[in-house]
């Protein structure tokens, strides 16, 4: 009984491994590549593009209208990033103040505990942030 259990088993695993396979062959043909690639821009990337499209379907604008307007997304995602790094380091600098006001409230112990707390807090989300610039 346990050798047909096993079979059976088995014979499900690759069945529902055809399944996927198949499922992304034919998502490929169906949406082509581009859909795939597309997940690997950045979002400006997406946006800009989607924009753009936008405004070619809104507005018919001409293939040199479209370069011409290109540089204006261009600027304007790189402020954007630029905007985000400044706030980022105002929001760190906001966060390391809070916390020491807080440790100033608190017992040797208490501010050990804290210090400790807050280094396990930053560690975990390095490893997440890592983790999710690898995919």
């Given amino acids: 009984m346990n050798k047909l259990a096993l079979k059976i088993g088995i014979g499900l695993v690759v069945l529902f491994g055809l399944g996927v396979s198949t499922g992304v062959v034919v998502a490929r043909q169906t949406h082509g590549a581009?859909?795939?690639?597309?997940?690997?821009?950045?979002?400006?990337?997406?946006?800009?593009?989607?924009r753009i499209e936008e405004y070619k379907t809104q507005?018919?604008?001409?293939?040199?209208?479209?370069?011409?307007?290109?540089?204006?997304?261009?600027?304007?995602?790189?402020?954007?990033?630029?905007?985000?790094?400044?706030?980022?380091?105002?929001?760190?600098?906001?966060?390391?103040?809070?916390?020491?006001?807080?440790?100033r409230e608190l017992t040797p112990e208490q501010r050990d505990d804290f210090w400790k707390s807050l280094r396990e807090k930053s560690e975990k989300s390095k490893e997440n942030r890592a983790t999710r610039q690898t995919r």
């Avoid at 581009?34 to 989607?50: F, L, M, P, V």
């Avoid at 402020?79 to 809070?98: N, S």
């Fill in 59 to 103: 507005i018919h604008l001409t293939p040199e209208q479209v370069t011409a307007i290109r540089p204006h997304f261009d600027k304007l995602a790189a402020d954007m990033r630029e905007f985000r790094t400044e706030l980022r380091t105002k929001v760190c600098g906001a966060f390391k103040e809070m916390n020491a006001s807080i440790a």
């Fill in 34 to 50: 581009g859909r795939w690639a597309a997940a690997y821009k950045t979002y400006e990337d997406r946006w800009i593009a989607a």
